[in-house]
């Protein structure tokens, strides 16, 4: 489905990615510390409606 060549640019380009946004996340590390305080209890409730939905579907299905 995929050539060498087209999952070696895959390969190549996600870890370039990864790279540059750990390098941009810890740049601007005091702004989200100031900007985003109370941003994990978002995560957290997200995670755990998902988490009921899922559950709900496969108690009634």
Excluded: E
Aim: no cysteine.
């Amino acid at each position: 489905m995929f050539t060498s060549g087209q999952i070696a640019f895959g390969i190549a380009f996600a870890i370039a990615f990864i790279l540059v946004m750990i390098y941009t996340y810890r740049k601007d590390l005091k702004l989200h510390r100031k900007y985003y305080k109370g941003s994990v209890w978002v995560l957290i409730a997200f995670i755990a409606f998902i988490g009921f939905i899922a559950v709900v579907k496969f108690i009634f299905m």
